[in-house]
Each structure stands twice: as C-alpha cells, then as structure tokens.
C-alpha cells in the first residue's frame, strides 16, 4: 500500500465506563469520512489544487443551510481521490476510528457515478476500498459489507450504466442504495436497476424521508422493495407508515448528528429518536458523513445520550437494533447481540 497520510488521533469516546457500546455501523458514506487532513495529503500526493489555502479554512466552510450545500462540498473535495491507494487509504482512516468507536461491523456506502464522472473507473473504486475491508476483520476486528449507491439526482439510464459497468464487481457488493439530492428525485425513477439488483441476489437500500416526504418512504417500500430506509426520520408526519414500518420492523438508519448539520431538524433535543423509539421502529444511530458533521458513530450516541436522557436500556437497544437490521448472517448476528448484552451487564 502505498504511504499512509497521517491519521488525526480520535476523539476519546464516553459511552460508558466500559468503553463504547458494541455497535454496527449501518449510514456511512466513504467519501463523507475524508478529513481536511487526508484531503490535503491526498492532494498533494495526487497534484489537485484545492480552493481551500489550508485545513482550516476547508473547516470554516463546514456549515451548511441543507443537503444541497453539503453536497456541493462533499462532490467538490472528491477531486482527491484517484487511484486505488487513495480508496484503499480513505477507507482504512475510517476503519481505524471505528474501531475506536466500538464499530464491530460497518456497511459501507460508495457513490460510483461521483467517480466514473472524473475518469476514475469502478474498478478502481471498488478495489481500493475491497484491499482495506479485506484486512479491517485481523487489522481492526471489524466485518464489512459494501452497498453501491445510485446518485438520484442523475438519470435512471446513468444508474444503469453504472450498475452493468459494477457486474464485474458484484461479488464485493451486497446492496445498493440510493443517495444524493432528494427532493424532486422520488424513488420510483430507479425501478428498473433495483429490481436487477435484486435480481443478481443483491439487498436493497434507499435514503427516504431525509429532506423528501413520507410519500417517497412508500415509494421506496412498494416500488423499489427495500430492505432498509436510510434517515426516513419524515415517516413520523404519516401515521399510517409509522404502523406499517413498526409492523414489518424495516430499519431505519438514522443519523442525529447530520440532521442537525443539515438542518433537517433544529435542535437535537427536538429530535425525533425518542418518539420513533416509543412507536416501535426498529432505528439505528448512525454517523452519515461523520467527517463532515461532527461525529463518528459513539460520537452520536454520546451526543443522542446527552441531548434526549437516553439511559443505558435504551441505548442497549440502539446498539442490539443496530446488528438485528444488518446484512449480516443469523450466527454472526447473535455472536455480536451476546457482545452488545455483555457490555450491559458489565460481563
Ligand atoms: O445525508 C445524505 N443524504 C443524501 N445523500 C448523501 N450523500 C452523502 N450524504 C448524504
Ligand atoms: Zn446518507
């Protein structure tokens, strides 16, 4: 591998005495991981000039009005990473700091089409971040799925472009997802690449109800077939969902820290967490884009912990929820749910 920029030292985590709660981690955008310090360090080693003079300034424009300015950021600084040592590097500094953070298995998200768009090929992506994943099991004591995600805000016809140029690739893969602008995107436009993904034996995944309507949480339900939403925190406008969501226990990724950055909501005490809690859904806490909005996985649920007087049961359950909705087999599930209930009883 190539020579690893510099790892900025983690935040100390403060679950519990015991250390972080075991957990997985479920909404994790790679790219979203990129610090200002392995942004400039890449840059360098790459010869991109970036529209920013230093790291500190890169931070100051570190306050977004929505999604879309976050975005315009987040595409921006992928300009950095090109080849495979790049992914591969990218992917081990965040393995590294989940590791730190009580991360036991990370489903990780890549946006292909925002790669593909610079001249830097699938292949490339998908190998660079497959070398990291295939050591993070000895190197950190983390398993790892990959789930490849469609940009919405492009066209149907692009996501299958891009899913046909990944089928090389598929045996690294085991979902896709859907991500990017939501609003005027709805799921439905994406019919046809989900269902061949579900097709070739792949999970599905889709951000639903971030910034978009309820409707668009049905839409990737009944149309596309998902397994899990990604945020779906607007489900709590639409009774009828909240019921059909708690009955069929879909998932939802949620991630606390992101919806404040990103103005979804306005305060984290105002969050909705307690009440999907209370209405039976099956939610998980997650980081999003932690790189960018303050916080790793246990950073969020220290930060859920402190703004909502969640106590130790409740965040047992965000941690037991956070396995039960992953991808992961039925025996490795209950191997890290024994984990999670050691860590509760101090065992
Ligand atoms: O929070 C998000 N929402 C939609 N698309 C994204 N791509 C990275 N992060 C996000
Ligand atoms: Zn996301």
């Known amino acids: 591998m190539a020579s690893s920029p510099s790892l900025p030292p983690s935040a100390p985590s403060a679950a519990s005495d015991t250390g972080p709660w075991p957990k997985a981690e479920l909404h994790l955008h790679i790219e979203g991981t990129l610090e200002p310090e392995l942004a400039f360090a890449l840059a360098e080693r790459n010869g991109v000039t970036l529209p920013y003079a230093t790291e500190d300034e890169l931070r100051r424009a570190y306050s977004f009005a929505d999604l879309q300015s976050f975005l315009n950021l987040y595409y921006a600084l992928m300009a950095v990473l090109r080849t495979e040592d790049d992914f591969a590097d990218l992917a081990d500094a965040y393995l590294a700091r989940a590791k730190e953070q009580g991360v036991r298995h990370a489903e990780i998200f890549f946006d292909p089409q925002a790669h593909t768009a610079r001249g830097v090929p699938v292949g490339t992506v998908v190998d660079g971040l497959a070398r990291a994943l295939d050591r ?14 469609f940009l919405r ?13 990944a089928r090389p690739h598929l045996h690294r893969i085991a979902a896709v997802g859907l991500d990017s602008a939501e609003v005027g995107h709805p799921p439905a436009k994406f019919k046809e690449v989900f269902a061949l993904a579900r097709e070739a034996g792949l999970k599905c995944v889709a951000h639903a109800g971030e910034e978009g309507p309820a409707a668009y949480v049905w839409e990737a339900l009944d149309v596309l077939g998902v397994d899990r939403i990604d ?11 909240v019921a059909r969501l708690a009955a069929e226990q879909v998932p939802l990724t949620v991630c606390p820290l992101s919806n404040v950055r990103l103005r979804v909501i306005d305060d984290l005490a105002d969050h909705p967490l307690p009440a999907m809690l209370d209405a039976g859904l099956l939610v998980t806490v997650n980081s999003d884009d932690p790189a960018y909005f303050g916080g790793y996985a246990d950073d969020n649920f220290t930060a859920v912990r ?30 890290y749910l024994a984990e999670v209930d050691a860590h509760a009883t101090g065992a």
């Open 136 to 149: 993070a099991q000895e190197t950190y004591g983390i398993s790892t799925r990959l789930i490849m995600c």
């Open 153 to 165: 805000d492009e066209s149907a016809e692009s996501a299958l472009a891009t899913f046909e140029a």
């Open 231 to 241: 945020h779906g925190v607007r489900c709590m406008e639409d009774e009828r969902l």
């Open 306 to 335: 402190d703004a909502l007087g969640f106590d130790a049961e409740t965040l047992r359950t965000l941690a037991r929820n956070s396995f039960r909705a992953s991808f992961l087999d039925e025996a490795t599930r209950e191997r």
